[in-house]
């Protein structure tokens, strides 16, 4: 009797180690996985609106406005330059971490922009020629031929050297979104502080991780031009 009492308790115990090994596998696999945001995130920065306003703000200078604010963010629209995030956590709440603006998708961007931006210049040149009475052909490519003509080269040579720079510089978009240090993790916020020489620069975002999604917003900064919060919410995916 006593050995049958023995092993029933062996053998209840032995279950309940097993029930919560399986329940403390299940808590670090799964779990603890939206809490561990170890890897390398990739977001889009989108430069519709700025460069938009720019190449806007140039043609009202010129005298050649017959398109909206919107027109010519529709025609720019899609413009955008690949921010890098790379977390490493090494300790329960919290790592390190390094973020950097891709070099060569901001060269991209901006070629993409001044492209945009010379299909609606060309446009606006073949209305002032029709309004001025030529009686020639105004599509894209004799527009384009009429401008390689007056100035020399081709539309989007003449917009990169007239026009300011539609993005802002690589430097300060670095400078915004770029950086090295140390993060931690409490509840659903996300705390970063990255050491620049002198300037030690803190960031408190609130996070969502669903999967390979990783979600960041800052409900307290003001969304100004030039500001990171314009570009609020930040939405990453896992590379």
């Known amino acids: 009797m006593k050995k049958i009492m023995k092993n029933a308790i062996f053998t209840i115990l032995f279950s309940v180690l097993i029930i919560l090994a399986l329940f403390l596998a299940y808590l670090f696999l799964y779990a603890s996985n939206d809490r561990n945001l170890s890897g390398k995130w990739t977001a889009d920065l989108d430069m519709t609106g700025q460069a938009a306003v720019t190449a806007l703000g ?120 770029g950086g090295s240090g140390t993060y931690e993790t409490a509840e659903d916020i996300l705390t970063r502080q990255s050491d620049s020489g002198s300037l030690i620069r803190t960031r408190t975002e609130r996070f969502i991780r669903k999967d390979t999604t990783l979600i960041l917003t800052e409900e307290t900064a003001s969304a100004t031009p030039g500001n990171l919060a314009g570009h609020y919410p930040m939405i990453y995916t896992l590379e």
């Open 58 to 177: 140039w043609l009202q200078d010129m005298e050649a406005v017959s398109v909206s604010l919107q027109d010519m963010e529709a025609r720019m629209q899609g413009l955008t330059v690949k921010l890098d995030l790379t977390l490493e956590q090494t300790a329960r709440s919290g790592g390190t971490f390094v973020s950097t603006v891709q070099q060569e998708s901001y060269a991209a961007c901006s070629q993409a922009a001044y492209e945009a931006f010379a299909a609606v210049f060309r446009e606006l040149v073949a209305d002032r020629l029709r309004m001025a009475g030529y009686t020639g052909n105004t599509d894209a490519e004799a527009v384009e031929a009429l401008v390689v003509q007056t100035f020399g080269m081709p539309t989007v040579s003449y917009l990169m050297t007239c026009v300011p720079d539609l993005l802002p510089p690589l430097e300060d978009l670095q400078t915004q979104y």
